[in-house]
Structures are given as structure tokens and as C-alpha cells.
């Protein structure tokens, strides 16, 4: 049994305390002399904790309705910039604005825990009477010192934060980063995550990337390089490999993935060899690569059919008949 106090405690004679309200349920002055510190600060603490994880529940469940589009853009983007062409489909949010919402929020996410409950923490602190100046202090040096300890970390997640934003590429682009090219498998805060053609993954840590090439934005141009003799027909050249293309980007599978006819843009280069012509066509992202295999068998093809030879007939260049050998 809790012995009682001999001597009543001061506080007991302060109206509205917790000290009179305990000793005048209980009768029990030594439970009245510690209602402070056994009743009041844990319920101060306990409603504190319980204002912030409220707090937080409340101010993440506003970042997640701001970050899913329900098949449109989400509202979190609406304000930032997005690179996407009018001629691709928008009924459904791509993978890269989903990501990007996702990525965005999961940031908002933490830096709002982390704000709310670093303001419990004060809090609780001030309900033990604890100097916050001292402790602010040594947090700040603390801080300080942690920044320049994991300064490329910082640059890290400063760089991602800004790709993100600014919406420089996403999951399934095909970007070069200078050292590693390849299609893009995860874009984090601190690494990029891309496989190359040969199946290598490759970490690219987002504070290194200085540059990006991103072939899968918007649109992207299929270039077709085709080589003839000197002695071929230029002209019917060009008009058979711009029919050919023609046709083949109006039926599948090209059609699918070429979004303007095929431009001939003649004659790009003349060697001593080679008489080189070029073609054009805008196509879908990702798929120029396809597009212009495709292009180049159908222009082949055709070629034979209308005996127009490349540069070397049989692999090798045509040697004039010496006059020993005539």
C-alpha cells in the first residue's frame, strides 16, 4: 500500500492542478505530490504522439490522393513540366508519370514524417523541462557535420529529385548516360537502373550523370542509310525505296509504329565507293530500331528485284581486267 504523506505537498493548495484534483479524488497525498510527473506529462506525451500520428496520417493520405490520376494525369504533376507528343495515346497514365508521382510523394512522404514528428520530439522534450537551445544546438552541428560526412549522398538525391521533376527520362526509356546505354528498369532518388543490348545491368548513381540522351521521348526517327553503285540509277533508286517504304509503313507491322509517311531525303553521302541515300520516318518511341531493319530488308528486296547493286556485287569490289590478263 502507497504510505500517504505526512506533510500535505504545496501544490495541493493551487486550484486547477493536478496535485488538488488527485488529492481531492484519492486522499492520497504522495500520489498528489507525483500527479505531475505519473499523470500529466505521460498524458501531455500521449496526446502529443496522438495529434502527430494523426497529423501524419492525415497529410500522407493528401499526398496519396495527389499522386494517383485514376488514369489521368495526377494532381501532383498538373503544375510540373511534361514531355510527351500529341500523337501518342493519353487514355491511359504511362508508367513514367505513375513512377513519377509515386517517387515525388514517397519524398513529400518522408520529409513530412520527419517535419511532424521532429516537432513531437520538441515537444515531448519541453514537457520534461529540457532546454531546447543546447539540444538544437547540437543538432544543428550534428547536422552539419552528417551533410559534409555524406555530401555525394546528398548530391545524389538533390540530382534525382530534380530528374524527376523535370521529367528527363523514366522506365523504359532508352537513354545514354554517358558511360551506360540502355533501356532504363528503375529510376530511384540515389541510382538509375538501365540493361544494355547486352543484358549488363548497370547502376548509374544520379549525382555522376552529367549528360542524357533519351531516344524515347515523345517521338523518335527511324534513319535509313542504303548504299548503291556508281553505276546504278539514282533516281529509280530513290523512287523504288520510297515506294517500298511507303507501302511497307501502311500495312502491319509498321503500321503500328510509324506515325508519318517515310521522307526520302536523297542522296546523304559519295565516296569513291558508294553513292549513299537516306530516309526518314518518324515513328513511336523505342521502335526505331525495328522500323529500320524492317525498312532495310523491304528496300533490299526490292533492289534485287529491280537489279539495282550495291557498292560491291558479291561482297567484293569489281576489278578492272588487267591488260596481261585480257
Known amino acids: 500500500m502507497i504510505p500517504a ?29 507525483y500527479a505531475e510527473l505519473l499523470i500529466a506529462k505521460p ?16 497529410v500522407h493520405r493528401t499526398i496519396n490522393k495527389l499522386t494517383q490520376g485514376d488514369g489521368k494525369t495526377p494532381k501532383l504533376l498538373q503544375p510540373l513540366k511534361e514531355r510527351r507528343s500529341d500523337t501518342l ?3 491511359l497514365m504511362s508508367e513514367r508519370r505513375k513512377q513519377r508521382a509515386r517517387t515525388i510523394g514517397s519524398v513529400l512522404k518522408s520529409i513530412a514524417s520527419f517535419l511532424i514528428f521532429g516537432i513531437a520530439t520538441m515537444y515531448v522534450l519541453k514537457v520534461f523541462n529540457v532546454e531546447l537551445g543546447p539540444v538544437l544546438a547540437s ?5 552539419v557535420a552528417v551533410a559534409f560526412g555524406a555530401q555525394n549522398l546528398v548530391r545524389d538525391f538533390l540530382s534525382g529529385m530534380f530528374m524527376m521533376v523535370e521529367d528527363q527520362y523514366g522506365v523504359g526509356d532508352v ?12 529510376v530511384g532518388l540515389r541510382v538509375t537502373t538501365l540493361r544494355d543490348i547486352n543484358g ?40 523504288v525505296a520510297t515506294k517500298v517504304a511507303t507501302d511497307a509503313a501502311g500495312r502491319e507491322p509498321l503500321s503500328q509504329d510509324v506515325l508519318e509517311p517515310p521522307e526520302m531525303l536523297g542522296v546523304d553521302q559519295i565516296t569513291s565507293d558508294t553513292i549513299t541515300l537516306r530516309l526518314t520516318t518518324k515513328v513511336r518511341p523505342g521502335k526505331q530500331w525495328s522500323v529500320q531493319r524492317r525498312l532495310r530488308a523491304e528496300i533490299k528486296r526490292a533492289y534485287d528485284d529491280e537489279e539495282i547493286h550495291p557498292p560491291y ?5 569489281v576489278l578492272p581486267t588487267s591488260p ?3
Open 5 to 33: 504523506l505526512l506533510t500535505p505537498p504545496p501544490c495541493v493548495q493551487e486550484a486547477g492542478s493536478w496535485c488538488k484534483t488527485v488529492n481531492d479524488l484519492t486522499g492520497n497525498q504522495w500520489l498528489a505530490g
Open 43 to 58: 498524458l501531455n506525451i500521449a496526446i502529443i504522439l496522438v495529434v502527430a500520428f494523426a497529423a501524419r496520417w492525415f
Open 89 to 91: 495515346t493519353a487514355e
Open 139 to 143: 543538432a544543428g552541428v550534428l547536422g
Open 175 to 186: 537513354v545514354d548516360l554517358g558511360e551506360a546505354t540502355g533501356t532504363v528498369e528503375a
Open 200 to 239: 549488363t545491368v548497370w547502376y548509374v548513381r544520379n549525382g555522376e550523370i552529367l549528360r542524357v540522351g533519351n531516344s524515347s521521348q515523345g517521338f523518335a526517327v527511324a534513319v535509313v542509310d542504303f548504299p548503291v553503285s556508281h553505276n546504278s540509277d539514282v533516281e529509280k533508286a530513290i523512287e
Open 313 to 317: 556485287p558479291n561482297g567484293r569490289p
Open 324 to 326: 596481261s590478263q585480257a
